[in-house]
């Protein structure tokens, strides 16, 4: 029988195609939408329906085999709800992005990927048998969480209010988030999920730490990409991602 640790692998393998083949293909949608991707939605309804689908399939597995009442897992449940509630709840309706769609296949995707992950997730956090991450795991991945989460949210809340109301195109970001890299909401969520990760302590936590990756990092250098071709004068020595590195 193939075993939960071999499928968890195989997870992370499907991870690294996707990761080579976003670096050649960028996800269409936002400045990177084009047409030719087949039906579309309007872009705040896909961003609440694909990623509010995954707290739904995160609590049913609570629901279906009770929720451990170990602290450390009602933290983690906690800070991943947390995350995505923002995420559907609220980030759709703080963008200035009137009239904007996204095609319906990237929204079936996200949602293929959320019913893994949600799943991986809700799946091991539910195990009652589960080894839990030494105190010192545990707390240097919370800060990494907050930390990401509170860049994400900075940086996002930066970009959104580059737009006036009513405005549709694009600017140079500004201000000290923005001093070193193209894409410091990118960089704010990968910390969050490498801190989860060590959280949890566990093959599933680093499995959605690897996907975060393998989404954002070609995401942040087709972001990059595009902000030098489209404005000649963009700050030459600002890297994608990661100060003076990339
Ligand atoms: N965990 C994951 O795998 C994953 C995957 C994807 C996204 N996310 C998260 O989802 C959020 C959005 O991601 P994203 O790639 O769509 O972010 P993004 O391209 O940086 O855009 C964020 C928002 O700011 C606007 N914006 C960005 N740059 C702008 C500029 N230069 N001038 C004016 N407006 C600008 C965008 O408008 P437009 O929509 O019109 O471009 C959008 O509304 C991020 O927090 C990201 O971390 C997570």
């Known amino acids: ?117 949600g799943s991986v997730l809700g799946w091991d956090l539910s195990q009652t048998n589960r080894e839990t991450a030494s105190t010192w795991s545990f707390g240097l991945g919370f800060l990494l969480f907050v930390l990401g989460f509170a860049l994400n949210y900075a940086a996002d809340s930066r970009l959104i209010a580059l737009r006036k109301p009513g405005e549709t195109g694009y600017k140079i970001p500004d201000g000290p988030l923005f001093r070193f890299i193209s894409c410091p909401n990118l960089l704010g969520e990968i910390m969050e999920w490498g801190g989860f990760a060590l959280m949890c302590g566990s093959l599933a936590g680093l499995s959605f730490w690897i996907w975060t990756l393998a989404n954002l990092l070609p995401r942040a250098l087709a972001h990059h990409r595009w902000y030098r071709q489209r404005f000649p004068e963009y700050p030459g020595e600002r890297k994608a991602i990661f100060p003076f590195i990339l």
């Open 1 to 117: 029988m193939i075993s939960t640790e071999n499928l968890l692998f195989a997870w992370i393998g499907l991870a690294l195609i996707t990761f080579l083949y976003l670096l050649r293909k960028n996800a269409p949608y936002g400045r990177h939408q084009s047409p030719g991707w087949g039906p579309t939605i309007p872009n705040r309804m896909g961003w609440i329906i694909m990623e509010g689908f995954v707290l739904l399939v995160f609590w049913a597995w609570f629901w279906h085999l009770g929720l451990p009442q170990e602290p450390q897992i009602l933290i983690l449940c906690g800070l991943f709800s947390l995350h995505y509630l923002h995420r559907s709840f609220v980030f759709p309706f703080r963008l200035r992005t009137q009239g904007k769609t996204m095609p319906l296949l990237i929204m079936g995707s996200a949602m293929l990927f959320n019913l893994v992950n």
